[in-house]
């Protein structure tokens, strides 16, 4: 069985006696896994973890300010990029999924480069790589499936040269918010659900622009702070709306409307490998669809998506 203090422990002391007194730096996502990975990077070799947390412009509304204090009040070292210009114009015109990790897999590595050379005799690369990502980013390689490229696993360039530190490498999800309950982080952070690095682009159909980015980040903050406010939240594994390059008629007051619709979808799932639809309650869905038609403009329809995974995957790119 697992013990997240025997864990705990031990990864501190196995991470002093690996990187000494070296620098470390690491990529903030504002997630659990990456924010347990600091936390105990943290405890091993205080003031020489140095954290970056990019903003790629596909945040959750208002989320790059809300995680950065947060991290400030944990008392990490931690710098904020705002890099959203930079993702949203290499985004621009693409529209096939793949395409879209792949580009902001490579502006991430841009930016985050230019940060961590920024950071003066720099040895080590640490990441929040958990079990489940070691597994699917062998089967994205393997020659049978291309699933999803997930950027964040592997997506370091040799020219880093940047030994890697992956002390979450062996772990479930589950356990690692155990660890980070052990370890004093906030239980509204360690609750978080997880969201993927490419973010909201992957959950805006087609071509991406900033009009549809603040549509959708209206439209799922609606939505997650409903589940918030109704107890919904913690009973769902994750949860997000999806923006379809669709636009279907509807009426409003006297006139025509003919705007855009959005998917709501929240599964119940352990790892993310395999996933149940989740049985919102009807009167929820119904507020909800409710409050995002009144209150988003430009979108006249919501639909609830009822598929599990597989055949379908939690993400629609
Ligand atoms: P799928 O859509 O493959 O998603 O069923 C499984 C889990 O992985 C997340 N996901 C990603 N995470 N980069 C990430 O960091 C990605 O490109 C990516 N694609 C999917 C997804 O949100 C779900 O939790």
Same mark, same amino acid.
């Given at each position: 069985?697992?013990?997240?203090?025997?864990?705990? @422990? @031990?990864?501190?002391?196995?991470?002093?006696?690996?990187?000494?007194?070296?620098?470390?730096? !690491?990529?903030?996502?504002?997630?659990?896994?990456?924010?347990?990975?600091?936390?105990? !990077?943290?405890?091993?070799?205080?003031?020489?973890?140095?954290?970056?947390?990019?903003?790629?412009?596909?945040?959750?509304?208002?989320?790059?300010?809300?995680?950065?204090?947060?991290?400030?009040?944990?008392?990490?070292?931690?710098?904020?990029?705002?890099?959203?210009?930079?993702?949203?114009?290499?985004?621009?015109?693409?529209?096939?999924?793949? /395409?879209?990790?792949?580009?902001?897999?490579?502006?991430?590595?841009?930016?985050?480069?230019?940060?961590?050379?920024?950071?003066?005799?720099?040895? =080590?690369?640490?990441?929040?790589?958990?079990?489940?990502?070691?597994?699917?980013? $062998?089967?994205?390689?393997?020659?049978?499936?291309?699933?999803? %490229?997930?950027?964040?696993?592997?997506?370091?360039?040799?020219?880093?040269?940047?030994?890697?530190?992956?002390?979450?490498?062996?772990?479930?999800? @589950?356990?690692?918010?155990?660890?980070?309950?052990?370890?004093?982080?906030?239980?509204?952070?360690?609750?978080?659900?997880?969201?993927?690095?490419?973010?909201?682009? $992957?959950?805006?159909?087609?071509?991406?622009?900033?009009?549809?980015?603040?549509?959708?980040?209206?439209?799922?903050?609606?939505?997650?702070?409903?589940?918030? %406010?109704?107890?919904?939240?913690?009973?769902? =594994?994750?949860?997000?709306?999806?923006? !379809?390059?669709?636009?279907?008629?509807?009426?409003?007051?006297?006139?025509?409307?003919?705007?855009?619709?959005? /998917?709501?979808? /929240?599964?119940?799932?352990?790892?993310?490998?395999?996933?149940? =639809?989740?049985?919102?309650?009807?009167?929820?869905?119904?507020?909800?669809?409710?409050? $995002?038609?009144?209150?988003?403009?430009?979108?006249?329809?919501?639909?609830?998506?009822?598929?599990?995974?597989?055949?379908?995957?939690?993400?629609?790119?």
């Amino acid at each position: 069985t697992f013990t997240p203090n025997a864990f705990v @422990d @031990d990864c501190v002391r196995d991470l002093r006696a690996k990187v000494k007194d070296d620098k470390v730096v !690491l990529g903030l996502s504002g997630g659990v896994d990456s924010t347990v990975a600091a936390v105990l !990077l943290h405890k091993a070799i205080g003031k020489n973890l140095y954290c970056i947390f990019v903003n790629n412009g596909l945040l959750r509304k208002n989320e790059f300010e809300n995680v950065l204090n947060q991290y400030k009040g944990m008392g990490l070292n931690v710098k904020g990029v705002d890099a959203s210009e930079r993702f949203l114009s290499a985004l621009d015109g693409i529209e096939e999924p793949e /395409a879209k990790r792949k580009a902001i897999g490579r502006v991430f590595i841009e930016v985050f480069d230019d940060e961590a050379h920024q950071i003066e005799d720099v040895k =080590w690369l640490a990441q929040g790589t958990i079990y489940p990502d070691v597994i699917e980013s $062998i089967s994205v390689k393997g020659p049978s499936a291309t699933i999803k %490229s997930h950027h964040n696993v592997g997506g370091l360039p040799d020219y880093m040269k940047l030994q890697i530190v992956e002390p979450l490498r062996m772990l479930f999800k @589950d356990e690692v918010r155990r660890v980070g309950k052990t370890l004093g982080i906030d239980a509204e952070l360690l609750g978080r659900h997880p969201f993927p690095g490419p973010g909201l682009s $992957i959950r805006i159909l087609g071509a991406i622009t900033p009009e549809k980015v603040r549509i959708l980040q209206e439209v799922d903050f609606v939505f997650i702070e409903g589940l918030k %406010s109704h107890g919904l939240y913690d009973k769902v =594994w994750q949860a997000g709306a999806i923006l !379809l390059p669709v636009n279907s008629v509807g009426v409003m007051g006297d006139e025509r409307t003919y705007e855009k619709v959005v /998917a709501l979808r /929240a599964v119940e799932s352990t790892d993310g490998m395999t996933a149940d =639809w989740v049985h919102l309650p009807y009167d929820f869905l119904m507020k909800i669809s409710n409050e $995002i038609i009144n209150k988003v403009k430009g979108v006249n329809r919501v639909v609830y998506d009822i598929s599990s995974k597989p055949p379908a995957t939690i993400e629609w790119e």
